[in-house]
């Protein structure tokens, strides 16, 4: 185990790297707040971060007795669900637009998935919908796809 969290993070610390130097063309603030530049910059640093600690574990740890390494282990259902509603997440956000499928993606992980209580399910759902909006449509001024569910929503209305 030991092994494949030393040599993914240092797998991850590269692509974090690259990733900097990638984005250095870009701005990262404007005359309006963040830039072009901003996310990249800031995930990249947030992934060197995370590799590092990746790999300080790995090499504080002590592995216990002869463990085989487990790639998805006995849970694929959990990570394949995640991967598909992931997927499906990006298809179909800019159709049916950000809130709706913000709301329906966290559902569908939190109930199903993760089998929370549906009172955890819905704080949850709506206090993401509501940071959200908060920091990306407030705060960093992007406006976030709309989708057919506010085009018939204007219309009814």
């Given at each position: 185990m030991?092994?494949?969290?030393?040599?993914?993070?240092?797998?991850?610390?590269?692509?974090?790297?690259?990733?900097?130097?990638?984005?250095?063309g870009?701005?990262?603030?404007?005359?309006?707040?963040?830039?072009?530049?901003?996310?990249?910059?800031?995930l990249?640093?947030?992934?060197?971060?995370l590799?590092?600690?990746?790999?300080?574990r790995?090499l504080i740890?002590s592995?216990?007795?002869n463990?085989?390494?487990?790639i998805?282990g006995?849970k694929r259902?959990?990570?394949?669900?995640?991967v598909a509603?992931?997927?499906?997440?990006g298809?179909?956000f800019a159709?049916i637009?950000?809130?709706?499928t913000?709301?329906?993606?966290l559902?569908?992980?939190?109930?199903?998935?993760e089998?929370?209580?549906?009172?955890?399910?819905?704080m949850?759902?709506?206090?993401s919908?509501?940071l959200?909006?908060?920091i990306?449509?407030?705060?960093l001024k992007v406006?976030?796809p709309?989708?057919?569910l506010?085009?018939?929503m204007?219309?009814i209305?």
């Amino acid at each position: 185990m030991k092994r494949l969290d030393c040599i993914s993070s240092s797998a991850l610390f590269i692509v974090a790297v690259v990733l900097f130097f990638q984005a250095g063309g870009l701005p990262f603030w404007g005359e309006l707040g963040p830039a072009e530049g901003f996310f990249p910059y800031v995930l990249s640093v947030l992934l060197v971060g995370l590799s590092c600690l990746i790999l300080l574990r790995a090499l504080i740890v002590s592995q216990k007795g002869n463990e085989k390494p487990k790639i998805i282990g006995p849970k694929r259902a959990k990570f394949f669900s995640y991967v598909a509603s992931f997927f499906i997440f990006g298809l179909v956000f800019a159709k049916i637009g950000y809130s709706l499928t913000l709301a329906v993606f966290l559902i569908f992980i939190l109930r199903l998935v993760e089998k929370q209580s549906w009172r955890t399910t819905l704080m949850v759902t709506i206090l993401s919908l509501v940071l959200s909006y908060v920091i990306f449509v407030r705060f960093l001024k992007v406006s976030m796809p709309e989708g057919w569910l506010t085009s018939l929503m204007e219309m009814i209305g």
